[in-house]
């Protein structure tokens, strides 16, 4: 009989959109694959990969400790008819609910995979301080053990949560959710100028999209010949979401347009010379700057965990400091004046991308953190 190994994400969609190298690594291993998540519209991609779907009526936003007991009781059940080697829990909540579940089913091997660690991250406040130290607690105590290991997409996040990124018994560090180079290749620079920049990201304000509207007005002040279009979707239900209307009122400002969501990524970068991604902090590696530097396109992002682990300011783009809006528009206005420089970067960042951070290179890094705990010494519950 195979091995098991169960993914446990919060959408189908997300997991879609990132995970499935990992499905299929696990695949290419032999195990049987299933995964536990809200089913949306995404059963037939991740079954394409050999994995199966089991569908989870969940809230999503609820944090009543009544709701998420429920969820708790209903991952349990899950978990133990299905009773796998591996418990492989992706992302924040679903590490904190999956991972205590997991436990009470006894599943001792379980990966907690921190996509990046959002509200933790992003704020600096007392409150998110107290998050912190409440997820610090629960990660790190209540769900923790001896065969679970934290997968990680830089090597800030595990400083954050009182991990060493070096303790290959502990921690792995994977380069993102990978892409394929083969299937997102470089195309020639469109014409210039003027500089067209495109941002691709899901329209929250933690995203700083705000932040790049006003970095092109600042730009086009100082007469550079630049232009933003910004891709993504509105979320209303999610409190984070940047509204429609004001997505609606900056594409009616000078330079700007809003062109909403797109699964072309490859002709997104074709029409354009610069990937900006202002983020306020909070993520792993983000999935777009991979993209971008797939396709030979530098990166203009800040030094916030993930974006600055990837990108190396001056090689494939410029890293500024987070939240400063001026600081974007001075690197906008030097990319718009020196077209060399912006082929040059390009050409550095799909270097980079390819040097272990496309989906071969997530597949490999996940398959040996798999054999490494199946060849671990086994845990005595009773113990």
Aim: aromatic share 6%; charged share 25%.
């Amino acid at each position: 009989m195979p091995r098991k190994l169960l993914f446990v994400a919060t959408e189908d969609w997300f997991f879609a959109s990132h995970f499935l190298p990992m499905a299929r690594a696990a695949r290419e291993m032999g195990f049987d694959v299933a995964v536990i998540a809200r089913e949306r519209h995404h059963r037939k991609a991740i079954e394409a990969t050999g994995a199966r779907l089991i569908a989870l009526e969940a809230e999503r936003r609820s944090l009543d400790p009544r709701a998420l007991w429920r969820q708790v009781v209903a991952l349990r059940r899950l978990i133990a008819a299905e009773r796998p080697d591996i418990l492989h829990c992706i992302a924040l909540k679903p590490i904190a609910l999956a991972g205590l579940a997991g436990k009470l089913a006894g599943v001792e091997r379980r990966v907690y995979a921190l996509t990046g660690l959002g509200f933790l991250g992003a704020r600096k406040d007392m409150l998110a301080a107290i998050a912190r130290f409440a997820a610090i607690s629960w990660l790190r105590g209540a769900i923790d053990g001896r065969q679970v290991r934290f997968l990680f997409e830089n090597p800030d996040d595990p400083v954050t949560l009182g991990l060493d990124p070096q303790d290959a018994s502990k921690v792995a560090i994977v380069g993102g959710a990978g892409v394929d180079p083969l299937i997102l290749m470089p195309s020639p620079m469109p014409p210039a100028p003027p500089l067209k920049v495109a941002l691709v990201a899901r329209m929250l304000w933690s995203k700083g999209v705000d932040l790049a509207v006003e970095a092109v007005r600042l730009a086009r002040a100082e007469r550079a010949n630049v232009t933003l279009t910004i891709h993504g979707a509105p979320d209303p239900s999610n409190p984070k979401a940047i509204p429609e209307a004001t997505l609606t009122e900056w594409a009616a400002r000078p330079g700007i347009a809003w062109a909403g969501p797109t699964r072309d990524i490859e002709a997104v970068w074709a029409a354009h010379h610069l990937c900006i991604l202002p983020s306020r902090g909070g993520e792993g590696l983000p999935r777009t700057i991979l993209e971008a530097a797939a396709c030979g396109r530098p990166i203009l992002t800040t030094d916030v965990p993930g974006c600055r682990s990837f990108v190396r300011d001056g090689q494939d783009g410029m890293v500024v400091p987070a939240d400063d809006a001026a600081a974007l528009a001075k690197a906008l206005v030097r990319f718009a004046h020196a077209p060399n420089l912006v082929e040059r970067m390009g050409s550095n960042a799909r270097d980079r991308l390819l040097d272990g951070h496309t989906e071969r290179d997530v597949m490999n890094a996940v398959k040996a953190l798999y054999l490494r705990l199946l060849e671990a010494p086994a845990v005595d519950v009773a113990a």
